[in-house]
């Protein structure tokens, strides 16, 4: 019950300065000798990898979620749960910036350069090993968002963050992952998230819009269910499509959590999302990470106007 399942040690110390960004790609600065091309893109060869490729993808399409603990220090995630802090505030002060998730809970999407850690979280090397082992080369990094659980919230219905696809549901893969990393160190009574390991692979029979699955079902995720305590510093990885909830928070405390969606080609999750970056901002990226963002380059950032959504409706907030 403590933590993540399947975490491994982190490699290399804690990330998340921003200073060694060269040196985060996971394959990256190979010698050379027996590298090679995957897709048209440059791979190191597998015993440069500073993670265990056959843990974590024995975990995603396993359990369908696996962690890292301690990947950031906890001042770095302080820093985020201070800059979500300001963002959300904006949100709930622009009509669309924030979109319920049931009651006193809110996703809010917000812009790569409105958090100052986007770059050492990106360039992560446990995140750019895990969207390269599992979406391969051409990943793309599509959404950008947080979660706040306010005290109060419910527990939420059982989920899917989107429908499955085709190509999961029968081509037997996984093309998207979700990233979830916490700024505050979470307590049973915050409402943990809770996943049901495996179910990525259910098939969505009788599923409302594809995501919900009928109460009927609901014992056999309570069964399997596993709640997360992360602590500050902490990250996962998971398939969006593992059944999960957030749980009731019954504290006087928000639980934020940022989440990272990650593509491979041809999952179109970029066509729910509509990442914007301004030209000095793209430029200054690592080139690594330029390649591996769907975003608009824009000269003004423009405000995330979030529609009404299904999940919003079904989650009893619309
Ligand atoms: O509470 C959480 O951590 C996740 C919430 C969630 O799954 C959602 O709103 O889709
Ligand atoms: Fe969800």
Not at 136 to 162: C, M, S, T
Not at 203 to 229: I, L, N, T, W
Request: one cysteine or more; proline letters at 7%.
């Amino acid at each position: 019950m403590e933590g993540f399942n399947n975490v491994q040690p982190a490699a290399g110390g804690q990330h998340g300065t921003g200073q060694e960004q060269e040196s985060m790609v996971a394959y990256g600065n190979a010698q050379n000798d027996n590298s090679g091309q995957i897709g048209g893109k440059d791979v190191a060869p597998t015993k440069e990898a500073l993670y265990d490729i056959a843990e974590i993808m024995g975990g995603l399409y396993g359990e369908g979620v696996i962690g890292l603990k301690g990947a950031f220090s906890r001042e770095w995630v302080q820093e985020l749960g201070e800059d979500l802090a300001g963002l959300y505030k904006d949100a709930l002060a622009r009509p669309g910036g924030a979109v319920g998730r049931g009651r006193n809970r809110h996703y809010v999407e917000i812009h790569p350069e409105g958090i100052r850690g986007f770059v050492g979280l990106a360039m992560h090397p446990w995140v750019v090993t895990v969207c390269e082992a599992v979406l391969g080369p051409q990943y793309k990094i599509v959404e950008i968002g947080f979660d706040v659980p306010n005290p109060g919230a419910l527990d939420q219905p059982w989920h899917r963050d989107f429908p499955a696809p085709d190509d999961t549901l029968t081509g037997r893969r996984l093309n998207s992952l979700a990233f979830n990393l916490t700024t505050v160190d979470v307590y049973e009574d915050m409402g943990p998230f809770e996943i049901a390991p495996g179910t990525q692979w259910d098939f969505p029979v009788g599923f409302d819009h594809g995501m919900f699955p009928p109460k009927s079902s609901y014992p056999r995720y309570e069964a399997r269910a596993q709640r997360k305590y992360p602590k500050m510093g902490d990250i996962s990885a998971r398939s969006a499509l593992t059944i999960h909830r957030g749980t009731a928070n019954h504290s006087n405390k928000s639980r934020p959590v940022l989440v990272l969606g990650v593509d491979a080609p041809g999952a179109n999750n970029h066509e729910r999302h509509d990442l914007q970056v301004t030209r000095p901002f793209y430029e200054a990226l690592p080139g690594y990470l330029r390649d591996h963002l769907t975003c608009r380059v824009v000269d003004k950032l423009e405000p995330i106007v979030q529609a009404h959504t299904i999940e919003g409706l079904m989650m009893g907030d619309a």
